[in-house]
């Protein structure tokens, strides 16, 4: 991302303050980022997906930007909100997908990006999420970094940056959360 880090945290500051020209501000500094992790986590998504980078990107921006009294810490905060957000603009899409098909039952959602543990197999974002949640339970950082890989498109060293850990404890949060959801998942 362009600029210094202690710009983002003040516009960030201003912006939940309700300040709109640092909203405007903010959203030219991180469009990039964001639509490259949108990207990243587009390409995950099956063949079928009827989203659209763009749409992923402007709707976690609205969830994000939206309305006055919000605190951003910094950076960091900023960017694993958003990763959330573009998980719950995903999950709703999922969630309406699944409606339209009157009573469930939607096509599996890949899940080959998430790690190559799901590389062979495929499975549903609403039953991803769901074990995500129970695993947030066990290990919320860890369930932070698999946000951040799977829903936002961060390397490890990436989600690493972000969370404030080393990319070590990174890469192990990693390797847990994909063998506990591996297991759960089955």
Known sequence: MAGDP???TLLLRRMGAGDQAA???????????????AERLMRRQGPDHTLQTTA?????????AGGAGREWEDRRHFFGVAGKAMRSVLL???????????????G????????????DRGGDLLDLDEALREFAA????AAEVVELR?????????????????DATAERDWEAAKA???????
Not at 56 to 64: D, F, K, S
Not at 108 to 119: K, N, R, S, V
Not at 180 to 186: C, D, H, N, V
């Open 92 to 106: 709703d899409h999922a969630r309406r997908r699944r409606a339209a098909k009157r009573g469930g039952g939607a």
């Open 6 to 8: 202690g710009d983002i």
């Open 23 to 37: 909203r405007e501000t903010v959203f030219v500094m991180v469009q990039t980022e964001l639509r490259e992790q």
């Open 108 to 119: 599996a959602l890949p899940l080959d990006g998430l790690a190559a543990a799901f590389e």
């Open 56 to 64: 992923l990107v402007n709707e976690a921006y609205l969830r994000l």
């Open 180 to 186: 506990w959801l591996t297991a759960k998942l089955r």
């Open 150 to 166: 799977f829903f936002a498109g961060l390397t490890c060293r990436e989600a690493a940056k972000v969370l404030g850990i080393s």
């Open 138 to 141: 066990i290990d919320a950082r």
